[in-house]
């Protein structure tokens, strides 16, 4: 049976340690859009994660997909991404993703899509599911030599050496897009919906100043980071993870409340990526510096995931902390 869409990507689960392991292909994990392309004769389809179609959205990309689909059906798993001074650009990506008609257009002759493939899934009247990673990975390989394929199509790179993966986890590689690696077993078969590989992103450490907190002052539960960005405006730019218990106390004793002057005091956050719920948040004195660490996905300043609060930064005041928009 042909793939149709909906259909469940294959998931990762997340690590903290290099994935460890002889029968393992290390893929670079792009900072894009989860995509599985159907390129199927008269039927050009291009599947979000989730099963939405992205085709209006990008028009350059539904036109490669079709090409690609005169020379016989296949169905890729891969990464959408746009490139923007340098490095990948999430921000623009998502504003693209909401573009329909015209305006999309517009966005695709100024910042064209790519398409990073990492999988292949059937090709011709073949599913290739029950397949090795390392044979579908010899048949990508060839589907792109074959086909001849370039821009915007890209084979992922990826390997079995970890000393080479370590590389993509580098600062240099996080300042372009590389998020970090996906890890997985060569001789696994591709389970849709499984999370049957792993992945461990990049991370860095930096400061920032607490302007607010959820749950009590005294013992909070997480907290919400800011710096100042040129107008002496205090710009929210991370939220962190629950924080251990040593941290909630040690945090418990120097926090103080905030008055009502306070930038926040009047400002809601959203609870969570996809929600309209509100989150509660008491706002503080920014006087307290801690340091975080945080994975290479920020969007114009702001961290879009979660950040690990290291400690407190008894040495820092909060005028020596950089200013928005800095690592």
Known sequence: MDLTPPFQ???AR??????????LQLDAKWDGYRVIVFARSGAPYLQARRGSDLGAAFPEITREVALLAERGTVVLDAELVVHEGGRLDFGLLQSRARRRGRAAAEAARHNPAHVVVFDVLQIGDEVLLQRSLRERRALLKDLFTHRALGPPWTLCPATT????AREWLSPAWAAVGVEGIVGKPLAGVYRPGARGWVKLRSRASADAVVGAVTGPLMSPTSVLLGRYDQHSKLRLVARSTPLPAALRRELGVVLAAAGPDHPWSAVTFSAGWGTQAVLEHRCVRPATVVEFEGDSAVDSGRYRHPVRIRRVRE???ADEVRGFGGQ
Not at 14 to 23: A, F, I, K, N, Y
Not at 161 to 164: A, G, I, K, Y
């Open 9 to 11: 990507p294959m998931l």
């Open 14 to 23: 997340p690590v903290e340690t290099m994935p460890d392991g002889r029968d």
């Open 161 to 164: 050496d970890p000393q080479l």
């Open 315 to 317: 040495d820092l005041t």
